[in-house]
T-cell receptor
Framework: ELKVEQNPLFLSMQEGKNYTIYCNYS?????LYWYRQDPGKSLESLFV?????AVKQEGRLMASLDTKARLSTLHITAAVHDLSATYFC?????????????FGKGTKLSVIP | NAGVTQTPKFQVLKTGQSMTLQCAQD?????MYWYRQDPGMGLRLIYY???????DKGEVPNGYNVSRLNKREFSLRLESAAPSQTSVYFC????????????FGAGTRLSVL
């Protein structure tokens, strides 16, 4: 059974600071996704990481994947209030010949002015 | 760009009532999914359909049934609703079962009294 663990689950940070969210998973996979969810809204795709060493950046967010360590990170640079949201990582896992996404529990980020 | 459309957006049921959640996508995707989201639990897969004509159980299928009506539509049915099924339900789709982004609908907020 694939397990996906995110930490921290809650993160309160000041504007302008840097921080990293971690996503560990228990079974070999080379496909990892990051999503953002605003309160009461749906999930929006942020990054798709498809190989070991993959790094993607969009604005103040940068995601990376280390398949050997089974670890992905989402790094936040110089946080701004607009980044306040819940961030989910999700890992593609092959079971019975078909791939399913398994989600972490999410990291609720609050950026304080 | 409609993407993934879910109906209804909100629903209140009494214990024992039945209902069907509807989902349609206009992106010509082959794979469709139903998730439930509960506080602190992330998203958990209920059922999925890898392609038209197939459906499979996910992590939490008990109490639910699904129908892949055609390539566009994938419905979720609660035959006898229970308070434990109070949740936010998301439908998602992606082009194929692997290495593609899943796109999510806006969600259905269901309360079972």
């Amino acid at each position: 059974e694939l397990k996906v663990e995110q930490n921290p689950l809650f993160l309160s940070m000041q504007e302008g600071k840097n921080y990293t969210i971690y996503c560990n998973y228990s079974t070999t996979s080379d496909r990892l996704y990051w999503y953002r969810q605003d309160p009461g809204k749906s999930l929006e795709s942020l990054f798709v990481l498809l190989s070991n060493g993959a790094v993607k950046q969009e604005g103040r967010l940068m995601a990376s994947l280390d398949t050997k360590a089974r670890l992905s990170t989402l790094h936040i640079t110089a946080a701004v209030h607009d980044l306040s949201a819940t961030y989910f990582c999700a890992v593609d896992f092959s079971g019975a010949g078909s791939y399913q996404l398994t989600f972490g529990k999410g990291t609720k980020l609050s950026v304080i002015p | 760009n409609a993407g993934v459309t879910q109906t209804p957006k909100f629903q209140v049921l009494k214990t024992g009532q039945s209902m069907t959640l509807q989902c349609a996508q206009d992106m010509n995707h082959n794979s469709m999914y139903w998730y439930r989201q509960d506080p602190g639990m992330g998203l958990r897969l209920i059922y999925y359909s890898a392609s038209e004509g197939t459906t499979d159980k996910g992590e939490v299928p008990n109490g639910y049934n699904v129908s892949r009506l055609n390539k566009r539509e994938f419905s979720l049915r609660l035959e006898s609703a229970a308070p434990s099924q109070t949740s936010v339900y998301f439908c998602a789709s992606r082009l194929d079962v692997a290495k593609n982004i899943q796109y999510f609908g806006a969600g259905t907020r269901l309360s079972v009294l």
